[in-house]
C-alpha cells in the first residue's frame, strides 16, 4: 500500500490541531472526533441492513423475478468505473485538504495570538 507524502502531514498537522487547548466549557476535541466516527460507523451498518430489507422486501413482493439483471457485467463494469471515478476524485480532495490544513493552522494560531493580545490589552485598560 503506498501512502503519498502528504498525508502524513496532513494527520501530523491533524494532530497538533487536536492537540490544542479547548476553552472552558468546550466539548473536547478528541471527544468529537471520536463521537463523529463512531456516528459515521453506525449509519454504515444501518444503511447496510436497510439494503438487505430492501432486497428482502423486494423478493417477498415480487417472488417469481429474478434478483439480477439480465446484463450483469456491463452493470459491474459502470460501477467498477464509477468506482475508479470517485476514488481519484476522493484522493484529489484529499490532496487539497492535505495543503490546505498547514496555512489555516497558521492562521489559526496567529488568530490565538490576537485573542491574546487583545485580552492582555482589555485587561490593562480596564485595570486604568
Do not use: C, F
Request: avoid cysteine.
Amino acid at each position: 500500500l503506498h501512502v503519498p507524502t502528504r498525508v502524513p502531514r496532513a494527520l501530523a498537522a491533524l494532530e497538533a490541531a487536536l492537540a490544542v487547548e479547548e476553552e472552558e466549557g468546550d466539548v473536547p476535541t478528541l471527544v468529537l472526533v471520536e463521537h463523529q466516527m463512531d456516528t459515521r460507523r453506525k449509519q454504515k451498518l444501518l444503511l447496510s441492513q436497510l439494503r438487505v430489507l430492501k432486497l428482502l422486501l423486494g423478493v417477498i413482493e415480487n417472488p417469481g423475478l429474478p434478483l439480477a439483471p439480465s446484463n450483469l457485467r456491463e452493470a459491474a463494469a459502470q460501477a467498477r468505473g464509477r468506482w475508479r471515478e470517485l476514488k481519484a476524485s476522493y484522493g484529489g480532495a484529499l490532496g487539497v485538504l492535505g495543503e490546505a490544513v498547514p496555512p489555516t493552522l497558521t492562521q489559526l494560531e496567529r488568530g490565538r495570538q490576537l485573542l491574546q493580545r487583545g485580552r492582555a490589552a482589555l485587561g490593562a485598560r480596564l485595570e486604568q
